[in-house]
């Protein structure tokens, strides 16, 4: 059982640069979402999927970008990196976008922008 | 507006003593779930329970109680006989019905260090 897969487990990017960070389940799961989370401040939502085409934003989406094609994967797209966004994330997935469904977490990216 | 506070940003305690970890929300919604999840030092977030607002009975499961009271807005968590391996970063959530799909508001989190 693989759970939630994320890829990879670091990354440096230089300020302006793009990247996708990967984020797969193989649960079966309606439901993914992206977190970051920062010292003394928990996680927060970046943005989260209901279901395959549909997408919508979180606390925090300024700077990502999020698509859901298929059930299994929901990328989280950096368009031009900046320091700001330094951060863990953590992909997450539940059986059901009900607010009350408990999430499956993957181990994170620990991304640093310099 | 719904907001998690978790006050203790660190906790340090001797193993075998018990240890309470302080969780107090925000919410106008009436139905409201409330979590706890546990990340060790390897990183990942792990599920430990789930209690909705309607259902204030203590919970106990093994060395682990949480306590939820509507009344002061709180839902803590106790870890009686703490062993070395409690050791992780806790974190406390709230996730409201009136938002729809699932939007979990986390608390800063406490970390917490048992020490042999």
């Known amino acids: 059982n693989a759970g939630v897969t994320q890829t990879p487990k670091f990354q440096v990017l230089k300020t302006g640069q793009s990247m996708t960070l990967q984020c797969a389940q193989d649960?079966?799961?309606?439901?993914m979402s992206w977190y970051r989370q920062d010292p003394g401040m928990g996680l927060r939502l970046i943005h989260y999927?209901?279901?395959?085409?549909?997408?919508d934003q979180g606390e925090v989406p300024n700077g990502y970008n999020v698509s859901r094609s298929t059930t299994e994967d929901f990328p989280l797209r950096l368009l031009s990196a900046a320091p700001s966004q330094t951060s863990v994330y953590f992909c997450?997935?539940?059986?059901?976008?009900?607010?009350?469904?408990?999430?499956?977490f993957g181990n994170g990216t620990r991304l640093t922008v310099t | 507006a719904q907001k998690v506070t978790q006050a203790q940003t660190e906790i340090s305690v001797v193993e075998k003593e018990d240890v309470t970890l302080d969780c107090v929300y925000e919410?106008?919604?009436?139905?409201?779930?409330l979590f706890w999840y546990k990340q060790p030092p390897s990183g990942e977030l792990v599920f430990l329970i789930r209690?909705?607002?309607?259902?204030?009975q203590n919970e106990i499961s093994g060395r682990y109680s949480w306590n939820f009271q509507k009344s002061t807005s709180s839902f803590n968590f106790t870890i009686t006989a703490s062993q070395v391996v409690d050791s992780a970063v806790y974190f406390c959530?709230?996730?409201?019905?009136?938002?729809?799909?699932?939007?979990?508001?986390f608390g800063q989190g406490t970390r917490l260090t048992i020490n042999p």
């Open positions: 209690r909705n607002s309607f259902d204030e």
């Open positions: 919410t106008r919604d009436t139905t409201y779930y």
């Open positions: 649960m079966n799961h309606e439901y």
């Open positions: 997450a997935s539940s059986s059901s976008a009900v607010y009350n469904s408990p999430l499956h």
């Open positions: 999927s209901v279901g395959a085409g549909i997408t």
């Open positions: 959530a709230l996730s409201e019905a009136v938002q729809g799909a699932q939007k979990l508001v």
